[in-house]
């Protein structure tokens, strides 16, 4: 009966720790989006695609930029394993000259923040005097 007691106890133990182990991964297609060359006024929107690569729920908790020229959204909805997720980048394109900026993803895959960044120019306004 001890035995049997023990080996219950036991099992009961390495079910708890094997649920213990169950963690969010986030993978994306892509560290870096190049806008390249962009006309000034445009359309400043692109995207970071990622995946769930865990086996828990992934929660993106918060992302920001390193100004506000960049405004960054990200999923409200936790994406499941296996699933994909988009967070969005809105770059301000009246702002003429080289884009370099970063966004930081907080999410419960890891304890240190996912870095992302843009690229690109935006090209000066176009004058219509044909020069």
């Known amino acids: 009966m001890k035995k049997i ?17 169950k963690k969010a991964g986030i993978l994306f297609e ?11 006024g445009s359309d ?10 865990g086996d828990d729920v ?12 960049t405004v960054p959204k990200k ?4 994406i499941q394993p296996g699933e994909t997720g988009v ?11 080289p884009i370099r900026k970063t966004i930081t993803v907080y999410s419960n895959a890891s304890q240190v923040p996912h ?3 843009i690229k690109g120019i935006v090209l000066p306004e176009a004058t219509g005097d044909g020069k």
């Open 44 to 53: 400043g929107v692109r995207t970071f695609k990622f995946e769930n690569t």
């Open 5 to 21: 007691v023990l080996l219950l106890i036991a099992g009961m133990m390495s079910l708890s720790i094997t649920a213990q182990d």
């Open 58 to 69: 992934l929660i993106i908790a918060r992302v920001y930029s390193t100004c506000g020229c």
């Open 30 to 40: 892509n560290d870096v989006v190049d806008y390249g060359e962009v006309a000034h």
């Open 75 to 78: 999923p409200e909805a936790p």
């Open 87 to 97: 967070i969005e980048v809105k770059y301000d394109t009246k702002r003429v000259g």
């Open 115 to 117: 870095t992302l960044k």
